[in-house]
């Protein structure tokens, strides 16, 4: 085995070990996607944001144009502040609405932006003062279950 | 009484061989840990002469090419039927592709990969050194005041090293690409959903780079487990089949007990809000 | 510089002792000088320490008691780079050759030459031409050792081991499982390449008859003590008992027949 085929051999396997390497950043995993634009950051309160986890994907139309950055807790108001990074190609006016939403009947949950009137664009650093929380599964059961109860009370009034 | 007396003093030598078992573990690991650093300090001949380390990457990597790349395509396929299998039931096959991508990029890929790599190429290299100190080459390279570690140890290490992340992500690649032949082709599972789902899911930086990360991990201490097993075998036939053994099952028990070390740190506290 | 008969002679062993473990020594005591340009033997049974002696000048051990000189210095307080550039004027021939098996005869000789020196390749290809040309074996060159016979490798090794015109040259059991050309072969190379290169040799063997042939000098070695020493001629004639048996190869001597025993009688459980 001589030092020129050592060589070819070797040169294969490096160029087909990263050809993996890109493969499974590429078309396996979701590189493509968002890493690489540049983001501003947007704040949101919520009264619950029930599944919601840090990178989760911040839709409009169904198309992902953020991701949730960071999610805390504020003790004075009780709510959740949520961060989020919107690719900065995209604007949003400042009566924005931002939905906690639920992929499928029992997925993920992501938070949806639809855009209001305002003519002023939302820009970094500001917050998004329309907000709905996500719909908790309990209260949406006692909530059917109350409805339930006071339609069967009706017809006897 | 004297039947005590036997008790007794059999007990004490029996404490006392594991105590002296467990202390020249130790010892034998503080050996080997100086072994590596010195190995490190003196990798500049390795590096320089990369002909040498490039010769060691044919011999632990391209030559394990086979192996990597038929069981990654096994598992693949075997992962594919035993997912659907299960997922069937709740209706949830689509997420096929979800299933095979993650366990073989998080899990199966650096983890299976480094077992093979372990047992192919790291009792090569074992048993090559070994030999070599059996047959005096290695003397004879002192002799001829040439540092056999920085010559002969230091560019298989590396070799070793560069070699693993590789052939782990070749066997994730090949893996999935298995998954895909059972899934869609032979199943009929829907080719976009499979690759659509298993792209939303598959995240680069937490579950491709840690899987590489894994990797880069099983391959130091594989081949470092190697190296210092064929350097510290007895010259003998019976040392260099004994230390052979020793490298492929403690390299064994290293991956799985790292594995479960750098899942815990990895894929738990990390992810959550 | 004058070179006198009694310059310093290239190995000076005073009062070395020796054992890989400190319970059991394999050197008590040994007192040599190894004068320069000679060829000595150093013999003795298996076991006597020899071989360990021959370790300990080519520094690869450290008496642990006494002092080991040789090519000028002291080998204990060398650090690396001292030790390599003592071995860089050595040269070691080991028992089997110990070549390395995955290069090819050229490329084993020109090891030395490669590691140390930066020649172009026509420079180094003409000295290891030279060096195997000296051995007899130019036209193996592009043999790998696998392919070798027992003497042609040992031959190869000697070429690799006097790559770099060393000063001092050691030879362990060269003699070791050859056939009687081979044996004549290196018989004669050790006396040619020693005088031709102005170097000295020390052989380590058990080979007496024709060893005695060859060297200047010979220290007997048993029980990791020296018993016996002089030339050629002294040893043929000495009237020491251990050096009668061992030259006269007998069965029966100093060292006896029979390894230590219980009695014979009691061990076939016969009756007194």
């Known amino acids: 085995m001589n030092r020129s085929t050592i060589d070819l051999w070797v040169g294969i396997f490096v160029v087909l070990g990263l050809g993996a390497l890109l493969f499974l950043a590429l078309k396996v995993g979701n590189l493509g996607s968002f890493s690489t634009n540049e983001t501003y950051l947007v704040h949101a309160r919520f009264a619950n944001i029930g599944g919601l986890k840090v990178r989760a994907p911040i839709k409009s139309a169904g198309v992902v144009v953020g991701r949730v950055s960071d999610i805390r807790f504020d003790n004075e108001t009780y709510e959740a502040l949520v961060s989020m990074d919107l690719d900065a190609y995209y604007q949003f006016p400042r009566d924005t609405t931002a939905k906690i939403l639920t992929s499928g009947i029992l997925g993920e949950q992501y938070i949806g932006l639809e855009a209001g009137g305002d003519g002023v664009m939302l820009k970094g650093g500001d917050r998004v003062r329309l907000t709905q929380s996500a719909v908790v599964l309990e209260n949406l059961i006692s909530q059917f279950l109350f409805n339930k109860a006071a339609e069967s009370k009706e017809p006897a009034k | 009484m004297q039947q005590l007396e036997h008790l007794r003093e059999h007990a004490r030598g029996r404490l006392e061989r594991i105590g002296n078992v467990v202390t020249s573990q130790v010892w034998r690991l503080g050996f080997a840990s100086r072994f590596l650093f010195y190995l490190v300090v003196h990798s500049g001949t390795a590096l320089r002469r990369f002909r040498l380390t490039l010769k060691e990457i044919y011999f632990a990597g391209v030559l394990s090419l086979i192996i990597i790349l038929v069981s990654g395509l096994f598992v693949g396929m075997v992962l594919a039927l035993q997912g659907y299998e299960t997922l069937q039931r709740f209706g949830a096959s689509e997420s096929l592709g979800v299933v095979v991508a993650l366990s073989l990029v998080r899990e199966l890929g650096p983890v299976v990969a480094g077992l093979l790599f372990a047992s192919r190429a790291g009792s090569a290299i074992t048993a090559e050194i070994g030999l070599m100190k059996a047959t005096e080459q290695i003397s004879a390279m002192e002799m001829m005041a040439v540092d056999p570690i920085a010559r002969v140890v230091a560019p298989r290490f590396w070799g070793g090293v560069i070699s693993m992340p590789l052939l782990a992500a070749l066997f994730s690649a090949m893996g999935i690409f298995g998954g895909y032949l059972v899934g869609v082709q032979l199943i009929g599972v829907d080719a976009g959903a499979f690759w659509s789902q298993m792209q939303a899911a598959v995240d680069v930086r937490n579950d491709i780079l840690n899987g590489v990360i894994k990797s880069v991990v099983f391959g130091i201490a594989v081949t470092w487990i190697s190296v210092f097993e064929g350097y510290d075998a007895v010259p003998t036939a019976e040392g260099v089949s004994r230390a052979t053994t020793r490298t492929v099952v403690t390299s064994s028990l290293a991956i799985l007990a790292l594995d479960f070390v750098l899942t815990a740190l990895m894929f738990t506290g990390g992810n959550n809000q | ?272």
């Not at chain 3, 510089?1 to 002679?9: D, F, G, I, N, V």
């Open chain 3, 1 to 272: 510089m004058q070179q006198s008969p009694t310059a310093e002679p290239i190995v000076e062993i005073r009062r070395v002792a020796f054992g890989y473990d400190p319970a059991r020594p394999v050197l008590r005591d040994i007192d040599l000088e190894i004068p320069r340009g000679s060829v000595v033997g150093i013999m003795g049974q298996s076991g006597c320490g020899k071989t360990t002696l021959l370790r300990i000048i080519a520094a690869q051990f450290l008496p642990t008691a006494g002092e080991a000189r040789v090519l000028g210095r002291s080998t204990a307080g060398l650090d690396r780079e001292g030790l390599y550039e003592m071995r860089r004027r050595m040269g070691m021939l080991f028992q089997f050759g110990a070549l390395f098996t995955d290069l090819s005869v050229y490329e084993n000789v020109a090891f030395p030459l490669r590691e140390h020196l930066a020649l172009p390749e026509d420079l180094l290809h003409d000295l290891v031409m030279l060096k195997l040309q000296a051995v007899g074996l130019r036209g193996a060159a592009q043999l790998m050792p696998t392919e070798l016979s027992g003497g042609m490798a040992r031959r190869v090794a000697l070429a690799r081991s006097i790559a770099l015109d060393p000063r001092l040259i050691l030879y362990d059991e060269p003699f070791t499982g050859l056939d009687p050309i081979s044996f004549g072969v290196i018989v004669r190379l050790i006396r040619e390449l020693n005088d031709s290169l102005g170097a000295t040799s020390i052989i380590v063997t058990h080979d007496v008859q024709e060893a005695l042939g060859v060297v200047d000098y010979v220290y007997f070695m048993a029980d990791g003590r020296v018993i016996a020493q002089g030339t050629p001629e002294d040893i043929r004639r000495s009237g020491e008992p251990f050096v009668r048996q061992f030259v006269n190869g007998a069965a029966e001597g100093p060292v006896p027949f029979h390894y230590p025993a219980p009695d014979y009688a009691a061990d076939l459980e016969l009756a007194s």
